[in-house]
């Protein structure tokens, strides 16, 4: 398997969760979204612990082009997570989530350059993607500061784009 259908496959698993987290929409149904939340942190975590470094490792200490961008999504996705979910809100995740995951899995994109790097090494780095760990999920928290964080970092996000 490659490094690149191990994790669009996780990718889709996830989509199918917040999907079905917002199926009724007179309700989120809570066991999906917290199967997609710490389903999601934990994707970021095999792609900042394992397949970030290991490309930086294997360009000689050269981080990939896209590496900053990818560090800055997932710092907006994990900002995302942090209020309790609404119909709104996830829908807003979704719609970042496409974006993002253009970047990982279009031609050229980082699966397709890691599976470049690697060789005939992926399955070395496949175990070490899968041996990650569950990460722990802090409870939600609504604060006022929160929705505003999001909306700054989303701002600057999508300003940049342009």
Known sequence: MSIHTFLAQDHARLDTLLRRSVADP???DREAYKEFRAGLLRHIAMEEKVLLPDARHRRGGDPLPVAAQLRSDHGILATLLVPTPTHASVELLAK??????????????????????????????????????EVRVAPHFDGPRVHAQIAELLRQRWNSDK
């Not at 496409?98 to 031609?107: G, I, V, Y």
């Not at 005939?120 to 041996?131: D, F, G, I, P, Y």
């Open 96 to 133: 970042f989530l496409e974006e993002h995951n253009e970047l990982e899995e279009k031609a050229g994109g980082l699966y397709a350059t890691c599976d470049q790097l690697v060789g005939s090494e992926a399955e070395a780095v496949l175990a070490r993607l899968r041996a990650v760990p």
């Open 26 to 28: 007179n309700v989120i």
